[in-house]
């Protein structure tokens, strides 16, 4: 591993994953991530072989991710070397711009969930395993009452057969999408549970449906922007997928719900998930009240 000269170090952060984030400069801004120990290891050099992989996918021409330069391992921890970006986040992207700028992103990353919905593979997940995620969640008592009951014995009851194999970024929130120039850069791609692109089209809507990405900003869901944004992803889920797909979506965004609020620290933020959880659940079938 390259040593960084101390003068050449901008900052230093803790990633979510537990991993060493180290900004430096070297003809140009880079980010170093380095691992502690040999779980968050074997995490990030899961990461690094997802951020290859997707690099040569070449159905992915309209979305752009960060460089790498420099991999291997420092004391037995993996480390990479990477292209920092220094643009938005797609949610701060869209309470500053406007609606022809962000409609024309959000067709870009449309486009990308086509394609991979176009090119999945024809092998499925064992429904077992997401049975088997069910059941881990349910032991946490994230949620209480009778919504807990009533929730989990629909997710166990869901069909889950048919989540197929395919190319995902795991992580699809607007916080790990940066604009610059223009151009859409995923970012913090992530090993999940699944590698389906179903997981991509959950997320996002999880976000859009419980304003996570703007939990932090001054202006909040109830902007135009985001509004209207939400709307069309909205239109888009119900023109692009089926009855089944759409009910698939729902139910993993569900999930998504249960698995950020098992993380959540802040009261005030898991207060509002569970206002929004509580009123996504109760209108189901009634998109207009999302």
């Known amino acids: 591993m390259k040593k960084i000269l101390v003068k050449n170090i901008n900052q230093k952060l803790i990633g979510n994953s537990g991993s060493k984030l180290l900004i ?3 003809k140009n801004y880079r980010i170093r991530k380095l691992s502690i120990n040999k779980e ?3 995490r990030l050099e ?9 690099k040569k996918n070449k159905n992915n021409n309209l979305i752009n991710i960060p460089e790498i330069f420099e991999y291997g391992f420092y004391k037995s921890n993996f480390y990479y070397d990477m292209q920092y970006i220094n643009g938005e986040n797609f949610s701060e992207f869209i309470l500053r711009s406007d609606h022809k700028q962000i409609n024309f992103l959000l067709k870009k990353i449309l486009t990308y969930i086509k394609k991979c919905k176009i090119y999945s593979s024809n092998k499925y997940y064992d429904s077992r395993i997401i049975i088997s995620k069910i059941n881990e969640l349910e032991k946490k008592k994230i ?13 166990k009851k869901f069909n889950w ?3 197929p194999i395919s190319q995902s970024h795991g992580d699809l929130s607007l916080e790990n999408i940066l604009i610059k120039d223009n ?3 995923f970012i913090d791609l992530s090993q999940n549970f699944l590698e389906s692109y179903y997981l991509d089209v959950s997320k996002f809507l999880f976000d859009l449906l419980s304003s996570w990405s703007f939990r932090n900003l001054k202006e909040n869901e109830n902007n135009i922007s985001v509004i209207s944004l939400k709307q069309n992803y909205i239109k888009f889920l119900f023109k692009y997928f089926n009855q089944y797909e759409l009910n698939l979506i729902k139910m ?3 999930l998504d719900f249960l698995r950020v609020l098992n993380y959540c620290k802040s009261i005030k933020h898991s ?3 569970n206002i929004k959880f509580k009123n996504f659940y109760d209108n189901f079938n009634n998109p207009m009240l999302w």
């Open 24 to 26: 430096y400069f070297n």
């Open 40 to 42: 968050t290891s074997h």
């Open 46 to 54: 899961s990461q690094f072989k997802k951020i290859k992989n997707f």
């Open 143 to 155: 949620i209480n009452g009778s919504f807990n009951k009533k929730l989990f014995k629909k997710l």
């Open 161 to 163: 057969n048919k989540i």
């Open 183 to 185: 151009k859409i850069y």
């Open 252 to 254: 993993l965004t569900f």
């Open 271 to 273: 207060k509002l998930l």
